[in-house]
């Protein structure tokens, strides 16, 4: 029979408010979370990370450590990359959502923080004294064990100019600086670990540690996104009109640029973004930023019965729930302040793309905010929403959504 997922408990310590943990912990400093994440435990063993890090859509590596020389291996993984191994190695698969939806529902563990600063799950399987080595992340992370123990140490806040060991294919910091942490984590700990804080973890014994890693777009990529979205806008092709002020004997010196010249320039750009019509460049180029996935999507092989209409509707009269395909990204805007904003108020962008009116009516956008949001929908919601079952169809093909029907068959 159907069943449908229950809503996980926040990962916090009992002590601790979502609204403490974002003022105090916050891209600020470390905290473990003891039995944070029981749902994780059992989930995998190591022979299931190992079958799918040989997958040929798996984004895997294979790291190993021989006479303090490290190697690297990327996907595709042969058999043969399993051969002669030394005795530290460790293999990390990328994006756990796409083949995990079971996985991926433990998001809402975390869900105090925004669905568009996630980035993906990662796992890594290490055997006793496996690991990568003393690193720092440009991104915050939770760093919860599922199988077997591992040890943490954290160190020192890097940054630009922290030092790596040379010659090496991986960062491996030189210095960890003074050790803060140094504990060992049981299946069901979580860690978050702050981003550019020194840390290192050494598997005790076979075991599989889970990243749930939190990332915001870096100025680069607003930058690169804004210049795409402003390329449809006409207006902003025609050159600009810059000051050129006069100098003495400027016409020996025509090679040059002025210095009032540039701040000219750069007061011309300042005064675009913040104009309205800045605002909206800027907010459509984030929204496609923070929309888009890391990793190609994978569609999903949908069950035969459930691309019959018949049998979808009987699925979810039999209490199948929906929800949003957390292996994509599905936020939204509201694009007025007005408490009494309806349906039209609000933009929607699905893994990169605004989904216009035109393309999904509004009574069927209110449902995928809602999807957005967390929220495990029914057939009831779909019947008085007015949304065909022929429209959830095509969510499912798209792999918007998912059924929350079976679980327990995960790659």
Not at 95 to 114: C, D, I, M, R, T
Not at 144 to 164: P, T
Not at 320 to 326: E, F, I, K, S
Request: net charge negative; proline share 6%; hydrophobic share 45%.
């Amino acid at each position: 029979m159907p069943t449908q997922a229950h809503t996980i408990p926040l990962c916090l310590p009992s002590d601790i408010t979502a609204e403490q943990f974002l003022a105090e912990y916050w891209q600020k400093k470390p905290l473990l979370i003891k039995n944070g994440l029981p749902q994780l435990v059992g989930m995998f063993e190591p022979d299931d990370i190992i079958a799918l890090a040989q997958d040929d859509n798996a984004t895997a590596r294979l790291i190993s450590q021989q006479d303090s020389q490290w190697q690297l291996q990327t996907s595709p993984l042969s058999d043969k990359a399993w051969q002669n191994l030394p005795t530290h190695w460790t293999v990390l698969v990328q994006n756990l959502e796409q083949w995990s939806p079971k996985l991926a529902s433990l998001w809402q563990a975390f869900a105090f923080v925004p669905q568009w600063q996630r980035d993906d799950i990662m796992v890594s399987y290490a055997p006793t004294g496996g690991g990568v080595g003393g690193h720092y992340d440009n991104y915050d992370v939770f760093l919860a064990q599922g199988y077997g123990k591992r040890r943490w140490r954290l160190g020192k806040m890097c940054d630009a100019n922290s030092e790596f060991l040379p010659n090496q294919p991986l960062r491996v910091l030189r210095d960890m600086g003074q050790i803060i942490f140094d504990e060992v984590l049981s299946a069901g700990d979580v860690l978050y670990v702050p981003s550019n804080l020194a840390h290192d973890g050494v598997a005790v014994d076979d075991c599989l540690t889970f990243s749930f890693g939190c990332r915001r777009p870096s100025a680069l990529t607003v930058l690169d996104a804004l210049a795409d979205v402003a390329t449809h806008d006409d207006a902003l092709a025609i050159p600009l009109k810059i000051v050129q002020p006069p100098h003495p004997n400027a016409h020996h010196a025509v090679g040059m640029v002025a210095p009032e010249s540039l701040a000219d320039v750069k007061r011309q750009l300042l005064a675009l973004l913040q104009s309205s019509q800045g605002d909206a460049l800027l907010n459509r180029a984030m929204m496609e930023t923070v929309s888009k996935r890391q990793y190609d999507l994978l569609l999903p092989e949908l069950d035969d019965d459930l691309t019959d209409l018949d049998a979808l509707a009987q699925a979810l009269a039999g209490g199948a729930g929906v929800r949003q395909d957390l292996a994509g990204r599905m936020v939204y805007q509201r694009k007025t302040r007005d408490t009494n904003a309806n349906d039209l108020d609000f933009a929607l962008f699905i893994n990169g793309e605004y989904i216009a009116p035109d393309d999904i009516a509004p009574h069927a956008q209110v449902l995928l905010r809602r999807l957005a949001d967390g929220e495990c929908l029914t057939g009831a919601d779909f019947d008085a929403a007015g949304v065909p079952i022929d429209e959830l169809a095509d969510w499912l093909e798209n792999g918007w959504v998912w059924l929350d029907i079976d679980t327990e068959t995960d790659f």
